[in-house]
């Protein structure tokens, strides 16, 4: 069994930064990609940001420059540093994660979402 809990949403000026976190707890043997997705109401849930187990990222057009993911792999946790941020970053983030658990099965598990508002 393995349980993500993400943190850090909230409300912010637009302009402003936030920080999201997922961390994983449980029957974790290795943790490979990380990902965060978000979703706007009305809209399909969309990748936002990817780093791999080797530390590569990958980034939505829409966020690169201002959007940076990062990973603690001694802690199981996956970060997403929000600059600049503009109204249509309103959504729920979503982290996902490519895990390898103790019984060497793999699994993609997802974390409950955090709403991230971006509102004057």
């Known amino acids: 069994q393995v349980q993500l809990v993400e943190s850090g949403g909230g409300l912010v000026q637009p302009g402003g930064s936030l920080r999201v976190s997922c961390a994983a707890s449980?029957?974790?043997?290795?943790?490979?990609?990380m990902d965060w997705y978000r979703q706007a109401p009305g809209k399909e849930r969309e990748l936002v940001a990817s780093i791999t187990r080797s530390g590569t990222t990958t980034y939505a057009d829409s966020v690169k420059g201002r959007f940076t993911i990062s990973r603690d792999s001694d802690k199981n946790t996956v970060y997403l540093q929000m600059n600049s941020l503009r109204p249509e970053d309103t959504a729920v983030y979503y982290c996902s994660l490519g895990v390898l658990t103790s019984t060497l099965a793999r699994y993609n598990y997802w974390g409950q979402g955090t709403q991230v508002t971006v509102s004057s």
């Open positions: 449980g029957r974790i043997f290795s943790i490979n990609n």
